[in-house]
């Protein structure tokens, strides 16, 4: 197995530093709030339209089950014989909506409406649900971009390396806001000072980030060795699946002159001999795979066909 792990250069240092500051630090700009919310229906267009269409509808197909008498669901559909009684009862027909997303309303063994039916109704509940949401809508005054706080950071640098790391260790330590917060918009300002130990810890972290042939990766360590003994230490966990760990030099004859290597990952081979004789004749016969008997006994299945070979 080979793999190559090179020191990340001046350049692309820098790109990550840019990169870790540019998302993760945004200055206290106070912007303009804007809605993104639909042109609302006029209110007089709504009325007509329930009066003419939704009503009908509603008589029809819905009050055998949501009248006020019986209430199924604990939703009266009856008590809307106007338009103001509409704007009364705005959550009852965000539980509409609910139920006829989910084909609950009508039930299947009641009278369905049409395609074009259902479409209407839909439509009106929508644009009766966003219009009144306008209306009731109201100005939250100036939206402040901030920078993450402490533990924001630190805990996002985790996410995204994968590597537990502390970059905000350095940091001022946050006092809570007039709400008790640690993250109010207002509060979380951006210093020259604070931003130069942003700086600093965009340089600590791309120290733990590692160029590998098809991707960038982090690494606990930020040394060449940290990383190749973490590699190694990878590939030994792999072959320990498959292998015996032994103290080499004292059980196996002739490795003595090994000895000074340790504990080492050694295959057991009574157990792929004794599969290969057992299974002998199934083998031969081409009845059972070399896969399913390394499966089948907890082993592994390049070895032992290795081995059969």
Not at 2 to 7: D, E, H
Not at 87 to 103: F, I, P, Q
Not at 218 to 225: A, H, K, L, T, V
Not at 252 to 277: C, D, M, S, V
Request: hydrophobic share 40%.
């Amino acid at each position: 197995m080979k793999f190559s792990v090179w020191l990340v250069g001046r350049s692309s240092r820098r790109l990550i530093i840019a990169m870790i500051v540019a998302v993760l630090v945004v200055s206290d700009l106070p912007v303009t709030n804007r809605s993104f919310a639909k042109d609302a229906v006029p209110f007089a267009r709504l009325d007509a339209e329930f009066q003419k269409s939704i009503r009908p509808l509603l008589s029809r197909y819905c009050l055998g089950c949501h009248s006020t008498k019986k209430k199924i669901g604990e939703l009266d559909l009856e008590q809307f014989t106007t338009f103001a009684a509409v704007r009364k009862g705005t959550k009852s027909w965000l539980k509409v909506v609910e139920m006829l997303d989910n084909g609950e309303m009508p039930p299947k063994k009641s009278a369905q409406p049409t395609a074009a039916q259902r479409k209407t109704l839909r439509t009106w509940v929508d644009q009766y649900l966003n219009a009144e949401a306008l209306a009731r809508a109201g100005d939250p005054g100036p939206v402040v971009l901030r920078r993450l706080n402490n533990a924001e950071y630190t805990f996002t640098i985790r996410d995204l390396t994968g590597v537990p790391l502390d970059p905000a260790r350095e940091f001022p330590t946050e006092g809570a806001a007039g709400e008790g917060f640690t993250n109010t918009g207002n509060s979380l300002v951006m210093s020259p000072a604070l931003l130069r130990k942003y700086l600093d810890a965009g340089h600590e972290i791309a120290g733990h980030a590692v160029l590998l042939p098809t991707r960038i990766d982090f690494s606990p360590g930020n040394s060449r060795r940290d990383w190749t003994d973490e590699w190694l230490g990878k590939i030994r966990a792999f072959y320990r699946q498959h292998a015996t760990v032994k103290r080499l030099g004292t059980p196996y004859k002739g490795y003595e002159r090994l000895a000074h290597l340790g504990n080492a990952g050694l295959l057991p081979l009574e157990k792929y001999f004794a599969a290969t004789l057992a299974e002998r004749k199934s083998l031969a016969k081409g009845s059972q795979a070399i896969a399913a008997v390394a499966a089948r006994r907890g082993l592994n299945a390049k070895y032992l066909g290795l081995l059969w070979s």
